[in-house]
């Protein structure tokens, strides 16, 4: 009984509603429709689809740091309680090389530098414009290279010190 009352007053809601929507004198023939479905799905496609990736990506990221840092320090723990020395190259990070980074920041850039150049010289002249794209990595990179020479004569440096 409380089931068909209760399918009785959802069937009367959607007709009222219905009812409403034909006050307004929309024109529901479809076209209009697709059209703004069309259009929301644009707008939802270009802005959001990307910024939800971005942030899948980040956090992915994020959790993978975090799960192995976690698993260095349980190692640790476990280390610790068995009596085990740590050896001192456990602590240093690999893959932290800057000449391998600024190798491949500079030559990226200098690969979209050269594409803008070469669709410069097709005829177009706004793509000048985009070679300020590729400066931007080329010194991202060159910050890099000159970080490892300097850090290197660092290193030189306190090793003669000692």
Known sequence: MELDSLQVLQTTQALEILEKLRDLDLPLDGTDIESVL???MGIFGVFFVP?????LIVWLIFRYRHKQNKLKSELIIKAIEHGQ?????FFETTGK????????WT????????????????????????IAVGIIPMFVG?????????DKEQAKENDSDK
């Open 142 to 150: 060159l910050g890099h290279l000159l970080f490892h020479f300097f």
């Open 85 to 89: 020395t740590i050896p001192n190259d």
């Open 38 to 40: 069309a259009i929301v």
């Open 51 to 55: 910024f939800i990736a971005i942030v």
């Open 107 to 130: 030559s990226t850039g200098l690969g979209i530098i050269l594409f803008f150049v070469m669709i410069g010289f097709t005829g177009n002249k706004g793509a000048f414009s985009g």
């Open 97 to 104: 090389n800057p000449l391998k980074k600024g190798i491949i």
